[in-house]
């Protein structure tokens, strides 16, 4: 009866343990610390919109700090974040909303440009002129709406994220944008009405962002431009696709038909160099000698197109007997080799 409610205590002990270590870890996951040292800051926005408390702050994609509050203030919104004292936020730094994924979750984002201006103080705000609100993804996914109805959903999901990280500004997806829309252009091409209802939901959009800049204004018509060309050789892009599919095909085949043969020869290749090494005095010695015979023999050629050479003394060696063909020792020897 003892050892049963001794049993008991212990696994009763065991679970509570077990539960306030799970409870810890879901604290720190849900308050979403900054480990170390941290300054606070403030920034202004016209609209905050998605923006929650806990949320990121990211530098070049690195998460260097977090929001700490969300306050009405100045005809719009202020927001309170801390970062980290490795951090520096400049004068010249901007603060910059963005959309960390398709649920709507935002993080603000330090951009710094080429001009750098001093530290800023902990506890000083960033001001308007130097905030971003971003653009609505609400608006800008309810215009691809007749798209999306007509595509498979991994597709809708790529093609949104590869959208929404380039308006971003955020570097290295133009190139999954390309490809992406390449895939989808031959399927589009008898779907004008689709494209036009598309083309008719974005015109808000377009028109609310080229009043942000000429820089802005230029890049949506080199998309359009490119699009447009995107279209226009479907077909050639189709091709090149295809046939850079064979090409790749063909070298992974060449590659597996040449390896074992080229590990072989590598291995035969060490050998032959192991062999070259252990024996390279021998070599040494023999490259040297050819010099003295490459000498004689030029000596024996000089004369003309013939090989000077006299046979001063021919020895055979038969059964242990030595014969002299050319007359014994004494001679007769010719004047040239006396």
Same mark, same amino acid.
Request: no cysteine.
């Given at each position: 009866m003892v050892t049963g409610l001794r049993a008991i205590v212990v696994k009763l002990a065991v679970f509570g343990v077990v539960s306030m270590l799970l409870a810890v870890v879901l604290l720190n996951t849900m308050l979403h610390g900054v480990g170390g040292a941290t300054r606070s800051y403030h920034a202004q926005?016209?609209?905050? %919109?998605?923006?929650?408390? =806990?949320?990121?702050?990211?530098? !070049?994609?690195?998460?260097? /700090?977090?929001?700490?509050? +969300?306050?009405?203030? *100045?005809?719009?919104?202020?927001? !309170?974040?801390?970062?980290t004292t490795a951090q520096p936020l400049l004068a010249t730094t901007k603060?910059?909303?963005?959309?960390?994924?398709?649920?709507?979750?935002?993080?603000?984002?330090?951009?710094? =440009?080429? @001009?750098? /201006?001093?530290?800023?103080?902990?506890? %000083? $705000?960033?001001?308007?002129?130097? $905030?971003?609100?971003?653009?609505?993804? $609400? @608006?800008?996914?309810?215009g691809f709406r007749p798209l999306f109805d007509a595509l498979r959903p991994q597709d809708v999901n790529a093609l949104a994220t590869s959208v929404i990280k380039v308006l971003q500004g955020e570097g290295g997806t133009v190139e999954s944008l390309l490809e992406q829309t390449g895939r989808l252009t031959s399927f589009l091409a008898d779907r004008d009405?689709?494209?036009?209802?598309?083309?008719?939901?974005?015109t808000p959009v377009l028109m609310d962002l080229a009043g942000r800049g000429q820089e802005l204004q230029s890049t949506v018509k080199e998309l359009r431009a490119l699009m447009t060309g995107l279209a226009r050789d479907r077909r050639? +892009?189709?091709?090149?696709?295809?046939?850079?599919?064979?090409? +790749?095909?063909?070298?992974?085949?060449?590659?597996?038909?040449?390896?074992?043969? $080229?590990?072989?020869?590598? *291995?035969?290749f060490r050998t032959v160099m192991d062999l070259f090494m252990a024996n390279r005095k021998d070599f040494v010695g023999a490259i040297g000698s050819f010099g003295s015979t490459l000498a004689a023999l030029g000596r024996a050629?000089?004369? @003309?197109? %013939?090989?000077? +050479?006299?046979?001063c003394t021919v020895i055979v060696n038969v059964g242990g007997a030595k014969l002299n063909l050319n007359g014994g020792d004494q001679g007769p020897y010719s004047e040239v080799c006396r």
């Open positions: 926005f016209t609209d905050v %919109a998605g923006l929650r408390v =806990g949320d990121d702050v990211r530098a !070049a994609g690195v998460r260097v /700090g977090r929001v700490q509050g +969300i306050d009405i203030a *100045h005809g719009g919104a202020e927001v !309170a974040f801390e970062l603060v910059v909303m963005r959309y960390q994924n398709l649920l709507g979750q935002r993080y603000l984002a330090l951009v710094q =440009g080429p @001009e750098r /201006g001093p530290l800023l103080p902990a506890g %000083a $705000t960033v001001p308007l002129a130097r $905030t971003s609100p971003g653009f609505d993804l $609400t @608006e800008l996914l309810n009405q689709v494209v036009g209802e598309v083309v008719s939901n974005l050639s +892009i189709g091709s090149s696709l295809d046939g850079m599919s064979q090409l +790749i095909g063909s070298t992974s085949q060449l590659l597996e038909q040449v390896r074992v043969p $080229t590990v072989r020869a590598v *291995h035969r050629s000089s004369y @003309e197109n %013939a090989v000077n +050479i006299y046979l």
